[in-house]
């Protein structure tokens, strides 16, 4: 039956006190705090004792209040790359570093998770969310709520719900049949709220079936009735678009503020009886709850105070959850490679020197520093071997940030000098600033800016042309050496996303040629138009400063690279995706690879077949050369020590240890649609997403579900499980594996379910539990895999319930859902 309890794991506050700072406030003040103050904060109540309290984005860091390299955050890896881990210890360990971050930046409530889900390769968020499949999501979005919130800092669960595309995601309504939504995208908030006590919860931008998500009924009547929610739920930024549908629905935030569709309209609401006062006082009581949790009531200390971890802590932590990540989808023996047996490594591709850490769009963030491939391999092998990098190919078309080392300020030191500027051309203020991306969401340092100058002394480190330029909405000046050489007007093309004007807005580039250590004044000029931009504007001015140095063409720089491979004693590619092509506010229009790199792949295996690939996306690519290569490491997005754990992965200092947590296609051929048409987007699938879907039409893909290799072997050798088993209650398997190859490692014992006559509609077959062996060459370990009850039931719409269809389960147990092993009967109900 439908769980109405009413009760969550969150931890209990006093109530009474909550009633009685709710009974000191008017009806005014009541309304005003159930908008935002600003961007990232809640008003202050000194009557209710309730201090500022601030939101970041997350979840690949804490970036806190300011977007930029002024206050750097530790970049932990992505979510599909903590999910390839399979692993929620390490998650909750993970979580509770990101609370110290959120302390250290004056955070109260972090963002994140996103346990939204991979319904199809094709969204553009994919890296931001964890899994295609609902219980390994909601397991994983549980371990990473439970360690946020262990540190007295609130976890946000977000998008609630089936927000899995950003196709026309601030208005698509999606038409989700009531299984579908209850078993797969409703179920790991189901599990994260009531089992690992969530404290807020962010509401969608997108309607579901008719309703839009800030005024849905599933707020009220599933969230916190069905499931006892009693935290905060919050809209997405600017999601919250009516006064009397939300006001009566149950969102508690209207954000950002102070602008909104609430205060005084809803104070009219309220006085005509269109919302009731009641309802805001449940608004301003769970915002007093939340508040009473992490500290933000006078008098209150909060429910907890987070661990404190050092910069080295840090880092060792996020170079060990990359490699946990990284998944050897294929491997002929190359891999890992002997150190003592090189002397020349060929490390060629577009991510090689600059590899992609994080995806774009609010999961960003600024680390203190990254480690690329090319950082991490050189060092590794320094005074052993001979290191050579080489493009390859261009992957973008767009002019690349400013920075070193051709950029200078006056004082001799590396990087810029921004200027603010008042209409009178008076210098208001100055500030050095090292990165190439600035914003100002938080307000200028001064009042009466006019316009913004970045200035730079750019130094040719080689001859050639080079590009320099801005990217921005708004008018843009270039001038070098004194002469205006670029005077643009850029805007946004029609229907673009917010965030895609914030990640890759239009450029103004002006080219010119530099001699070898000739040196230029550059002075990148932007006009603050409060009419251009429209809602980008409303968040404040942000651009960027763009340099590119001379480069060859693509032939050029494969040719180039061919010759280094065929020279190198092992090649390794690093390939990956842009921002252009994977990023919050778009979807993705192609899984290819961009640009030829493809091509780049399949001419460097040709003449070194020692050729390791290096695939550097948050989401699933096509590989049409994966039977020429020697090695396939998939490396998703993995945080500021990328290049480190890349290299104790490939010289077997550390195992890869993922396994993949979305299926990977061979082809773009019927695979989901993220685009709406008239504003619909239908889940015509049903059930039948990721692996369900392949199992279903018989498609093998390039690499099944829970898929990943070690450097050691491993034997499943048995299962034992109960031969009947009570309805409603969990299942316990043990399973026996043992390490039959010649080193220490890790395995992910995966169990499967199937109903085989059943009369219910089911997937072929659905993943229900999983767990971690680790052994020693030739030793046997024994996993206890726990079935949740859930996990074998199915959504009743005639009963409005979940039901048991009593019977026999199948239960299989393997490495991955294409290599089961051993399996179990388990009668389960009469």
């Known amino acids: 039956m439908t769980d109405t309890t009413l009760t969550t794991a969150a931890p209990a506050v006093d109530e009474a006190d909550i009633a009685k700072r709710l009974a000191t406030l008017t009806l005014e003040q009541k309304v005003r705090l159930v908008t935002g103050a600003d961007f990232w904060a809640l008003h202050a109540e000194p009557d209710a004792g309730l201090r500022r309290l601030v939101l970041s984005d997350g979840p690949a860091g804490v970036r806190g209040e300011r977007w930029d390299e002024r206050d750097t955050s530790v970049n932990v890896p992505s979510p599909t790359a903590l999910a390839a881990s399979w692993d929620p210890a390490a998650i909750e360990r993970l979580g509770a570093l990101l609370a110290a971050e959120a302390r250290r930046k004056g955070i109260d409530v972090l963002l994140a998770p996103t346990v939204n889900l991979h319904r199809t390769p094709f969204g553009g968020r994919h890296f931001e969310c964890l899994s295609e499949d609902p219980l390994l999501t909601a397991q994983l979005g549980a371990a990473y709520v439970t360690g946020v919130q262990s540190g007295g800092v609130g976890a946000c669960v977000k998008h609630f719900v089936a927000n899995d595309s950003e196709t026309e995601r601030m208005t698509l309504d999606a038409s989700v049949d009531e299984r579908a939504l209850r078993e797969l995208y409703l179920a790991p908030f189901d599990v994260i709220v009531r089992e690992a006590g969530a404290w807020s919860v962010m509401a969608a931008y997108n309607g579901v079936n008719g309703t839009s998500m800030t005024a849905n009924p599933l707020l009220r009547d599933v969230l916190q009735r069905e499931w006892g929610f009693d935290g905060v739920t919050m809209s997405d930024w600017f999601a919250a678009r009516d006064t009397v549908g939300t006001g009566n629905a149950g969102l508690d935030l209207a954000m950002p503020g102070p602008v909104g569709p609430w205060g005084d309209a809803l104070l009219a609401a309220v006085r005509s009886g269109a919302v009731s006062e009641a309802a805001v006082d449940d608004k301003v009581a769970r915002i007093l709850r939340l508040a009473a949790r992490v500290g933000a009531l006078d008098g209150v200390a909060g429910v907890a105070t987070p661990a404190h971890f050092s910069d080295a802590d840090a880092a060792a932590m996020v170079r060990a959850s990359a490699a946990a990540g990284f998944v050897l989808a294929a491997n002929d023996g190359v891999l890992p490679l002997a150190a003592a047996e090189l002397t020349k490594v060929a490390l060629i591709g577009p991510n090689a020197e600059v590899g992609r850490t994080l995806g774009g769009g609010s999961a960003t963030v600024s680390p203190k520093y990254t480690i690329s491939p090319a950082d991490g391999i050189r060092t590794a092998l320094a005074g052993r071997a001979d290191v050579d990098v080489a493009l390859g190919v261009r992957s973008s078309g767009r002019t690349s940030l400013a920075r070193a080392p051709w950029t200078w300020r006056a004082d001799g030191s590396s990087g810029v000098e921004v200027a603010l500027i008042a209409a009178d051309g008076t210098v208001l203020h100055t500030e050095p600033r090292t990165g190439g991306s600035f914003n100002w969401m938080a307000g200028f340092e001064v009042e009466g800016v006019a316009s913004i100058e970045v200035r730079t002394t750019l130094t040719a480190t080689d001859p050639g042309v080079y590009e320099v330029g801005g990217s921005g909405v708004g008018r843009f000046r270039v001038v070098i050496d004194g002469a205006d050489v670029l005077d643009a007007n850029l805007t946004l093309p029609p229907g673009a996303d917010i965030v895609e004007g914030m990640m890759t807005p239009p450029q103004g580039i002006h080219r010119q040629f530099l001699a070898a250590g000739e040196s230029v004044d550059v002075v990148l000029a932007h006009h603050i138009d409060p009419n251009a931009g429209g809602a980008l504007m409303d968040i404040g001015p942000m651009f960027q400063f763009n340099i590119e140095p001379p480069h060859g063409t693509d032939d050029e720089e494969i040719d180039k690279a061919v010759a280094l491979a065929a020279a190198a004693d092992v090649a390794i590619l690093v390939v990956g995706t842009t921002e252009e092509v994977e990023s919050e506010g778009f979807d993705r229009s192609s899984l290819a690879l961009p640009g030829r790199q493809d091509e780049l792949v399949s001419r460097v295996a040709a003449v070194n077949p020692r050729t390791v690939v290096i695939v550097n996306s948050g989401a699933p690519v096509l590989l049409p050369w994966a039977d020429e290569v020697a090695a396939i490491l998939m490396t998703w997005f993995p945080g500021q020590e990328f290049g480190n754990a890349l290299a104790d992965v ?162 299989e147990v393997g490495r991955s859902l294409a290599d089961l092993r051993v399996s179990a009967d388990v009668q389960v109900g009469n």
């Open 650 to 811: 490939l010289l077997g200092d550390v195992e890869p240890g993922g396994r993949l947590p979305v299926t990977w296609p061979t082809t773009e051929a019927g695979l989901p649609s993220p685009t709406p048409i008239d504003g619909h987007l239908s889940y015509d699938e049903g059930l039948y997403i990721g692996y369900r879907w392949y199992e279903k039409i018989g498609r093998t893909p390039a690499f099944s579900f829970g898929h990943g290799l070690g450097y050691t072997t491993w034997e499943i050798e048995t299962v034992s499980a109960p031969d009947a088993a009570v309805a409603g209650e969990p299942i316990e398997l043990i399973v026996e594996a043992r390490n039959t190859g010649d080193r220490s490692g890790k395995e992910v014992v995966q169990v499967y379910a199937s109903r085989p006559g059943g009369a219910v509609e089911r997937p072929a077959r659905w993943l229900v539990g999983f767990a971690a062996v680790e052994a020693a060459p030739g030793a046997s370990a024994s996993a206890t895999v726990s079935i949740p009850a859930r996990a074998l039931e199915h959504w009743d719409a005639d009963a409005q319930a979940w039901a048991l269809e009593a019977g026999t389960f199948v239960l």
